[in-house]
């Protein structure tokens, strides 16, 4: 019989996994589907996890690698005490003896490195502003022949609760307020004994030593003589150890940091890792200049923020505050 005008089925022919398959065979096709389906889904997910490891099991995340890179400087100085206050007394004490052989009445001294010595007042606890607040020594004898510090804050009325924070070391501290319409030096002076040479720190601003004298024109308002400056200038024990220590810290972070410099990192990015470093090692207001190639010919450095490159010149120039005593340091090395 003639095939003429009769249709054929039609047979598709897929190739999968290197078998060539047709429709007809429905358990061969199917069950390659199944096995394709499967291997792609599950078996190759699987297989792509073990051969590339997440990030956080090569690098953990508690890894003091990358959580902490500068953990061998945590509690460098903190071995270190800060100034005892029978050491504040004794130096509060020697400064109204001083006072009392000079014929002086007071001495006078705006928060900073003198203010620090005898009172604890630092321009870190206590900014610098147009409103004076003074620390005020004055002598007196008590009645069995004993030379005795009074110590007095003159602080400007709307800020006497924060002056009242301030930690200073004295067995009594007198507070004088003034107010915004008063003038603050005649307030200081209404503190002092009525006679006398007024001594002020060195480094106090002129407008304060102007204000201080025009309030008492009948007395000598003078920058504080030698026998009074050699109190600070000699070192004791305990300040030396303090300076040894915030220097030798700065040292070891400017090491650390440069430990850690690559090819490529900027000037300012070096920079804030010497912050960092600084502040891990227990320094307050920790900072510093870092500058590479020709711009560590500069004192400055230039206007370009340089990418470190190889066999440059490398400029450290920085430090911190422990304690209230101050580290300053400049280093310089080249990247090889």
Same mark, same amino acid.
């Not at 997910?45 to 500068?70: A, G, I, V």
């Not at 307050?284 to 500058?291: D, M, R």
């Given at each position: 019989m003639?095939?003429?005008?009769?249709s054929s089925?039609?047979t598709?022919?897929?190739k999968?996994?290197?078998v060539?398959?047709?429709? =007809?065979?429905?358990p061969?096709?199917v069950?390659?589907?199944?096995?394709?389906? !499967?291997?792609?889904?599950?078996i190759r997910p699987?297989?792509?996890?073990?051969?590339?490891?997440?990030?956080t099991?090569l690098?953990?995340?508690?890894? &003091?690698?990358?959580? #902490?890179?500068f953990?061998?400087?945590?509690?460098?100085?903190a071995?270190?005490?800060p100034?005892?206050?029978?050491?504040?007394?004794?130096?509060?004490?020697?400064?109204a003896?001083?006072l009392?052989?000079?014929?002086?009445?007071?001495y006078?001294a705006?928060?900073?490195?003198?203010?620090?010595?005898?009172?604890?007042?630092?321009?870190?606890?206590?900014?610098l502003s147009?409103?004076?607040?003074?620390?005020?020594?004055?002598? !007196? &004898?008590?009645s069995d022949?004993?030379v005795?510090?009074?110590?007095?804050i003159? &602080?400007?009325?709307?800020?006497? +609760?924060?002056?009242?924070l301030?930690?200073?070391?004295a067995?009594?501290?007198t507070?004088?307020?003034?107010?915004e #319409?008063?003038?603050?030096?005649k307030?200081?002076?209404?503190?002092?004994?009525?006679?006398?040479?007024?001594?002020?720190?060195?480094?106090?601003?002129?407008?304060?030593?102007? +204000?201080?004298?025009?309030?008492?024109?009948?007395r000598?308002?003078l920058?504080?003589?030698?026998a009074? @400056? =050699?109190?600070?200038?000699r070192?004791?024990?305990?300040?030396?150890?303090l300076?040894r220590?915030?220097?030798?810290?700065?040292l070891?972070?400017?090491?650390?940091?440069k430990?850690?410099m690559?090819?490529?990192? @900027?000037?300012?990015? &070096?920079? @804030?890792?010497l912050?960092?470093?600084?502040?891990?090692?227990?320094?307050?207001?920790g900072?510093?200049?870092?500058?590479f190639g020709?711009?560590?010919?500069?004192?400055?450095? +230039?206007?370009?923020?340089?990418?470190?490159?190889?066999? #440059?010149?490398i400029?450290? #120039?920085?430090?911190g505050?422990?304690?209230?005593?101050?580290?300053d340091?400049t @280093?310089?090395?080249?990247y090889?």
């Amino acid at each position: 019989m003639s095939s003429k005008g009769a249709s054929s089925p039609r047979t598709k022919h897929v190739k999968l996994f290197g078998v060539s398959l047709c429709s =007809s065979d429905h358990p061969k096709f199917v069950i390659s589907i199944m096995a394709f389906l !499967f291997t792609w889904f599950i078996i190759r997910p699987s297989l792509m996890s073990s051969s590339y490891p997440e990030p956080t099991k090569l690098y953990p995340q508690n890894s &003091t690698k990358d959580t #902490d890179p500068f953990a061998s400087l945590h509690n460098y100085c903190a071995h270190v005490p800060p100034i005892a206050t029978s050491e504040f007394h004794a130096r509060q004490s020697a400064l109204a003896k001083a006072l009392l052989d000079l014929n002086a009445s007071a001495y006078i001294a705006e928060p900073g490195a003198n203010a620090l010595f005898f009172g604890n007042i630092s321009d870190s606890n206590w900014h610098l502003s147009e409103r004076p607040l003074l620390l005020i020594v004055t002598p !007196f &004898t008590t009645s069995d022949g004993q030379v005795k510090p009074n110590v007095t804050i003159l &602080t400007p009325k709307f800020e006497t +609760g924060r002056a009242k924070l301030l930690s200073i070391p004295a067995s009594e501290v007198t507070f004088v307020e003034w107010a915004e #319409d008063e003038d603050p030096y005649k307030a200081a002076v209404s503190a002092l004994p009525s006679q006398g040479t007024i001594y002020i720190a060195e480094a106090t601003r002129l407008f304060i030593r102007d +204000g201080i004298q025009e309030a008492v024109s009948d007395r000598a308002v003078l920058s504080a003589p030698l026998a009074i @400056r =050699s109190l600070r200038e000699r070192k004791s024990p305990a300040e030396i150890a303090l300076l040894r220590c915030v220097n030798e810290a700065t040292l070891e972070a400017m090491r650390a940091v440069k430990s850690k410099m690559h090819l490529g990192i @900027r000037q300012s990015e &070096t920079s @804030r890792l010497l912050s960092q470093a600084l502040g891990v090692a227990g320094l307050s207001n920790g900072g510093g200049l870092v500058l590479f190639g020709p711009n560590a010919a500069l004192p400055h450095g +230039g206007p370009v923020d340089r990418e470190l490159e190889a066999e #440059d010149f490398i400029l450290f #120039d920085g430090g911190g505050k422990l304690h209230g005593y101050t580290s300053d340091i400049t @280093r310089s090395s080249v990247y090889v």
